[in-house]
C-alpha cells in the first residue's frame, strides 16, 4: 500500500489529473473560464468518486476538496507549460 501521506495523495491526483488532460486537450489547453470550470469538476468527480478507504485516509490525512481542486489546479498549470501554452 502506498505512503498515507498528503504529498502521496498529492501526486495521484496531479497524476490522474495530467491523464485526464493529456487524453483530452482540446479540452483543457487554455485558461478560458470553460476550461477553468472543467477543471473544477474534474476535481469533483475525483473527490465523489472515492471509496470509503479513500475517505477515511482523506478525513485523516485533513484533506478537503478545496485540496483536490488546488492540486488540480496545479497540474494543469504544469500541463499547459509543458505543452507550451500560455498561462495568461
Known amino acids: ?5 498528503v504529498q ?5 491526483i496531479q497524476g490522474l489529473a495530467i491523464g485526464n488532460y493529456k ?3 482540446e479540452q483543457y489547453e487554455s485558461t478560458a473560464p ?7 469538476e474534474l476535481a469533483k468527480g475525483y473527490w465523489d468518486c472515492r471509496d470509503y478507504k479513500e475517505v477515511a ?5 485533513g484533506i478537503n476538496l478545496e485540496d483536490y481542486q488546488l492540486w488540480t489546479k496545479e497540474a494543469h498549470s504544469a ?3 509543458a505543452n507550451g ?4
Open 79 to 81: 500541463f499547459l507549460k
Open 8 to 12: 502521496a495523495v498529492k501526486s495521484e
Open 23 to 25: 487524453s483530452y486537450p
Open 85 to 88: 501554452h500560455s498561462l495568461n
Open 34 to 40: 470553460a476550461a477553468l470550470i472543467s477543471i473544477q
Open 57 to 61: 485516509r482523506d478525513e485523516k490525512l
Open 1 to 5: 500500500m502506498a505512503k498515507q501521506t
